[in-house]
């Protein structure tokens, strides 16, 4: 898995991190061509290198992860998404293509669009202050609130200090508010106005959703601390295809990156009816045709056993051989 951001061409200049050059001798013939001629489509790259095409796009994203490399569409990385590319028996990926024979770029995932060299003659970063200031605004509209542990989250060097002046700036100016507005985040918190309002503003109608549990939307794993789970021996965690149910009291249940195992968190017991009513209705809302929502173990045990057992039936799930569907 590969992070990928996305930035509007007005503010990429004061926005995109440019980190350091991959080390190794066969990314140079690569990075010094597109030094020269930027935003260049694969098969010119590939016929102006010379050599095995696939090597050539495959040193193309490595460049890419790196972060040294970029594309000028999304094609690219939806190709390498996409069914187009698939692992047969035997290991190898077989590709369909048209029969009346495409352009090299099109036929193979992930070479689509134009490529530049984020460091390229045609991308000039904005100065170290107005990238600053920038970068403090967005962790601002993206958090609402920021500490430290949002910088570390985010990868952000130099700490709070680094952006002391800025945000003294917006203090003055009504922006943020220093204090104290979440636990265990450290003595030093900026606040947006907007943001403290909906933290003072009491919940009307409680509500839950299912999202990724990498989403940004979920601060659990990263920037606070998992809730104790119903059974003490599962752990949750942050990875690629886990999902999690937020509800506007924290998160409520935790589904594995597989997709059929359900961790509840440890809840009193005058919300716990409320709990399970609205896990067991999320549940039921994200399963589509095709794409069945199958519980095979509810914290660990068949789902019969479990004390959602009767919430889920409500919702809709029908007991089968294996678990809950």
Not at 180 to 199: H, P, T
Request: with cysteine.
């Amino acid at each position: 898995d590969g992070a990928i951001s996305m930035f509007r061409s007005e503010q990429a200049p004061r926005l995109v991190r440019i980190s350091g050059l991959l080390p190794g001798a066969a990314y140079a013939p690569l990075r010094n061509l597109l030094a020269e001629h930027d935003f260049r489509e694969f098969d010119w790259i590939a016929k102006t290198l010379g050599g095995f095409p696939p090597q050539i796009l495959k040193a193309l994203w490595d460049l890419v992860w790196a972060g040294e490399l970029s594309n000028t569409r999304l094609t690219p990385l939806l190709s390498l998404m996409s069914q187009r590319a698939r692992r047969t028996r035997s290991g190898r990926y077989h590709q369909r293509r048209a029969r009346s024979g495409r352009r090299l770029p099109e036929a193979m995932p992930g070479a689509a669009g134009q490529w530049y060299l984020i460091t390229g003659p045609r991308f000039r970063a904005a100065p170290a202050a107005e990238r600053d200031h920038a970068l403090i605004r967005q962790m601002l509209d993206r958090w609402g609130i920021i500490g430290q542990r949002c910088l570390q989250a985010e990868g952000v060097t130099g700490g709070l200090s680094r952006f002391s002046c800025i945000l003294d700036e917006f203090v003055e100016r009504g922006i943020v508010e220093r204090g104290l507005f979440v636990e265990d985040w450290g003595a030093s918190q900026f606040g947006r106005i907007d943001a403290l309002d909906l933290l003072d503003r009491p919940a009307r109608d409680a509500r839950a959703w299912i999202v990724a549990a990498t989403d940004p939307a979920n601060p659990y794993g990263r920037l606070a601390p998992w809730p104790k789970p119903t059974n003490p021996r599962l752990t949750p965690q942050r990875v690629a295809g886990a999902r999690i149910v937020l509800s506007d009291e924290g998160p409520i249940g935790f589904l594995s990156a597989a997709g059929c195992d359900l961790i509840t968190f440890d809840a009193p017991a005058r919300c716990w009816r409320k709990r399970k009513s609205y896990l067991s209705s999320v549940l039921a809302r994200a399963a589509c045709p095709g794409q069945p929502m199958l519980l095979r173990t509810v914290d660990g045990q068949f789902p019969s056993g479990s004390p959602l057992s009767a919430d889920l039936k409500s919702a809709g799930f029908k007991e089968s051989r294996g678990g809950y569907i």
